[in-house]
């Protein structure tokens, strides 16, 4: 019903930079947030970044990126970006883009993208 694309991951030096896109499509009535996780090997996924879709679009960022990742979004478009500076070793791992949407006015589900490889190497 409702399907998120992902792209601009890749491969890239420590201190470099990458923009993450995410597209949200199908069955849109409307969405509340949208987010970004990873998952690097042998760890649990975690929430990067989050933007919510009303009022002013208010952001929350996991310590590790404050300052160095922006998220933003066009709602109009139902996407969302992420734009990574200073990128890290550390920050090597599979993204997923997350939204929760609601297909009518009374029902709402979560949706996860397939993933993008993020890896942050010389």
């Known amino acids: 019903q409702v399907q998120l694309v992902e792209s601009g991951g890749g491969l890239v030096q420590p201190g470099g930079s990458l923009r993450l896109s995410c597209a949200a499509s199908?069955?849109?009535?409307?969405?509340?947030?949208m987010a970004w996780y990873r998952q690097a090997p042998g760890k649990e996924r975690e929430l990067v970044a989050s933007?919510?879709?009303?009022?002013?679009?208010?952001?929350n960022y996991a310590d590790s990126v404050k300052g160095r990742f922006t998220i933003s979004s066009v709602n109009a478009k139902n996407t969302v970006y992420l734009q990574m500076n200073s990128l890290e070793p550390d920050d090597t791992a599979v993204y997923y883009c997350?939204?929760?949407?609601?297909?009518?006015?009374?029902?709402?589900?979560?949706?996860w993208g397939q993933g993008t490889l993020v890896t942050v190497s010389l």
């Open positions: 933007i919510t879709s009303t009022g002013a679009g208010s952001t």
């Open positions: 997350n939204a929760m949407v609601r297909t009518t006015y009374m029902s709402s589900l979560e949706v």
């Open positions: 199908g069955k849109i009535f409307s969405i509340n947030t």
